[in-house]
């Protein structure tokens, strides 16, 4: 009866394969190689699933030219008033409970400070203003 049931179980095996898997062994090797690329994919996914986002490194900037001198004497009376000037207007707004605000100041648009003599207005006028809105951003957080 013992051989009957084995025949039986080939017979049972032979029709769920149908064919392809006739003998114990190879049947062995199939779900070993099922169970391998389960587990691959597996991998696979738990490791992707830390790259969830990109991130992006941007390159240092070129070095400055071996005669470069620095900013300009007009860049640098411009950003040394605008940013002192910002962050003493942001530190009194956020002082006094006024909303952020850096284009509201008189000092934003009147850009005191211009000396003629270094170099055009425009030029002062927009520096200054850049470094105005740091400013005001550094003296308005830091005293909230």
Same mark, same amino acid.
Do not use: I
């Given at each position: 009866?013992?051989?009957?049931?084995?025949?039986?179980?080939?017979?049972?095996?032979?029709?769920?394969?149908?064919?392809?898997?006739?003998?114990?062994?190879?049947?062995?090797?199939?779900?070993?190689? !099922?169970?391998?690329?389960?587990?691959?994919?597996?991998?696979?996914?738990?490791?992707?699933?830390?790259?969830?986002?990109?991130?992006?490194?941007?390159?240092?900037?070129?070095?400055?030219?071996?005669?470069?001198?620095?900013? !300009?004497?007009?860049?640098?009376?411009? %950003?040394?008033?605008?940013?002192?000037?910002?962050? %003493?207007?942001?530190?009194?707004?956020?002082?006094?409970?006024?909303?952020?605000?850096? %284009?509201?100041?008189?000092?934003?648009?009147?850009?005191?400070?211009?000396?003629?003599?270094?170099?055009?207005?425009?030029?002062?006028?927009?520096?200054?203003?850049?470094?105005?809105?740091?400013?005001?951003?550094?003296?308005?957080?830091?005293? %909230?």
């Amino acid at each position: 009866m013992h051989a009957t049931l084995q025949h039986f179980a080939r017979v049972r095996v032979r029709t769920a394969c149908k064919g392809h898997c006739m003998r114990p062994g190879k049947r062995m090797t199939h779900m070993k190689l !099922s169970q391998f690329a389960l587990l691959l994919v597996s991998a696979g996914a738990v490791a992707l699933a830390g790259c969830s986002h990109t991130t992006y490194v941007q390159a240092p900037p070129p070095p400055p030219p071996a005669n470069w001198q620095g900013p !300009s004497p007009l860049v640098s009376l411009a %950003e040394h008033n605008g940013f002192r000037d910002g962050r %003493e207007d942001g530190a009194r707004d956020a002082l006094n409970g006024r909303p952020y605000r850096p %284009e509201h100041d008189a000092r934003f648009h009147n850009t005191p400070g211009y000396d003629p003599g270094m170099g055009p207005f425009p030029a002062y006028r927009d520096y200054y203003r850049n470094a105005y809105t740091r400013g005001y951003y550094q003296g308005f957080t830091r005293h %909230e």
